[in-house]
């Protein structure tokens, strides 16, 4: 499994700005700009190449048809405290595709493998069967 030396995000290429907080929150939440959005524009980026083609192919929808990450940030009250927060949750998304997958190779089950599925699908069908009305009797219940 190949794996990138760590990466660290370039904070010049990361552009913020300060919105107002939704959600609950008193006076503070309705006249502070306490919330951030964080783009990051992932083609432009200093990232390598093969990072920036397994960033723009997660099915994330916070990355724009563009390559724009936006991420927002405002679990916090202050916005220093969100700005880095959100920095390190691109951070984060950056160092989950950091590692290279493993390509898989198709085998063949072994025969061993095959038995055991056989003999498990023959039990199993042998419980289904015996759920099935029992043969021999009447509707009423008693045999002839």
């Known amino acids: 499994m190949q794996r990138h030396p760590p990466i660290l995000v370039d904070e010049s290429?990361?552009?913020?700005?300060?919105?107002?907080?939704?959600?609950?929150?008193?006076?503070?939440?309705?006249?502070?700009?306490?919330?951030v959005h964080l783009r990051y524009d992932i083609r432009a980026s200093s990232l390598p190449e093969d990072l920036k083609e397994r960033l723009l192919a997660l099915r994330d929808s916070r990355i724009t048809q563009e390559g724009v990450l936006v991420l927002k940030a405002q679990q916090h009250r202050s916005q220093e405290m969100n700005r880095a927060d959100a920095v390190a949750r691109l951070q984060a998304l950056v160092d989950s595709v950091a590692t290279v997958p493993r390509?898989?190779?198709?085998?063949?089950?072994?025969?061993?493998?095959?038995?055991?599925?056989?003999?498990?699908?023959?039990?199993?069908?042998?419980?289904?069967?015996l759920r099935g009305p029992v043969r021999g009797t009447e509707r009423g219940g008693k045999a002839a």
């Open 13 to 35: 290429e990361i552009d913020f700005s300060a919105i107002r907080a939704q959600g609950a929150g008193g006076q503070n939440v309705n006249k502070v700009s306490s919330a």
């Open 103 to 129: 390509v898989r190779r198709a085998t063949k089950p072994t025969y061993g493998s095959k038995q055991r599925r056989l003999e498990g699908k023959s039990q199993r069908s042998q419980v289904k069967s």
